[in-house]
């Protein structure tokens, strides 16, 4: 068996290729391969033919994808249907990371599962479900997986943007109206190779369990990182001018991954896990 992950120098795919010891794996990541074209995917699985691709490769940019609507789906949508063609090609499988931003957000009443139905509605989401479709369409021994607000060691992050501020004294505005799951992508790396395990081809959403407001997520940083005295004034996203319009309920649930056994704890100990390994766990 050869592993492929797509990606593997970002956030996701780092942590991802950290787990696996097999002499197998192979890693890539721009320059030495970009998704986005066919000609180069084909003599890339040609040659190394892997048997199974994780596929975390993406423009993940939310605003840049927002202000270039055609650059995201060839990058992320396009890209993803020509792995597809090319695992068909060799008979590899493939695992999808897509995004809860390929939901709408309208939905009140609980956190989205995995069959209902997208309305993605800003660009960056668009060209993720552009890649679920790639993906159906032409490769049945596929998994996709939804994550959101994923939070890591090293690279750009949430809860390291909020210390930083808190930290150079800025005053922070945090939005209460947007809504999903804080997630580690430790955990998810764990759960992602779990799932692979399975044979168990389908669509999936893997987040840290239960969901909070960006403001929320916030204070409970700077709650356990020892500024529960520091302020954060509650916003609306119409306050906090952007490019790309999220989801205002974007939660997920992770029903299909619990009927298989596979679970992830929730984001509040996720947080803390992250935070005492680096360092930054107040023991107040
Ligand atoms: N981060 C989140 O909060 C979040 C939430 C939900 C879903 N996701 C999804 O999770 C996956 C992993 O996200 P992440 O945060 O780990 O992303 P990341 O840190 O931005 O890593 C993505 C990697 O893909 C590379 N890449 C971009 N365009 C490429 C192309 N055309 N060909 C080949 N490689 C390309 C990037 O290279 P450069 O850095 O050089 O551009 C980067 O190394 C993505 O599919 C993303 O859509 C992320």
New binding site residues.
């Given amino acids: 068996m050869t592993l492929l992950i797509?990606?593997a120098?970002?956030?996701?795919?780092s942590q991802i290729a950290q787990r696996i010891s097999d002499a197998t794996l192979r890693l890539v990541?721009?320059p030495e391969?970009?998704?986005?074209d066919f000609d180069a995917v084909q003599r890339y699985f040609a040659v190394h033919r892997p048997s199974t691709v994780i596929h975390?490769?993406?423009?993940?940019d939310v605003d840049g994808c927002a202000t270039d609507p055609q650059r995201a789906v060839r990058?992320n949508g396009l890209?993803t249907g020509n792995l597809a063609v090319a695992c068909a090609t060799v008979g590899a499988e493939m695992l999808y990371?897509?995004?809860?931003e390929v939901f709408d957000g309208t939905r009140t009443d609980r956190p989205y599962w995995e069959y209902d139905t997208p309305n993605p509605i800003n660009p960056y989401g668009y060209s993720?479900y552009v890649g679920e479709q790639e993906l159906v369409r032409v490769l049945p021994r596929h998994y996709i997986v939804r994550?959101?607000?994923?939070f890591a060691h090293g690279?750009k992050n949430f809860v390291h943007s909020i210390l930083r501020a808190v930290q150079s004294g800025k005053d922070l505005r945090v939005v209460t109206d947007e809504i999903a799951n804080p997630t580690y992508t430790n955990d998810l790396a764990e759960a992602v190779l779990q799932l692979l395990n399975t044979k168990r081809y389908g669509t999936y959403h893997l987040v840290n369990e239960g969901q909070a407001s960006r403001w929320e997520f916030a204070r409970y940083i700077l709650d356990q990182a020892g500024y529960s005295h520091t302020p954060i004034t509650p916003i609306t996203s119409e306050e906090w001018q952007r490019a790309s319009r999220p989801p205002a309920h974007g939660g997920l649930m992770n029903v299909s991954a619990n009927h298989l056994g596979i679970t992830l704890r929730s984001w509040q100990s996720a947080v803390d896990a992250f935070l005492q390994a680096d360092g930054n766990l107040s023991h107040d």
């Fill in positions: 797509t990606g120098n970002g956030r996701l795919g990541d721009l391969l970009d998704i986005s975390c490769a993406a423009w993940t990058m890209g990371i897509s995004t809860n993720k994550t959101a607000w994923l690279g």
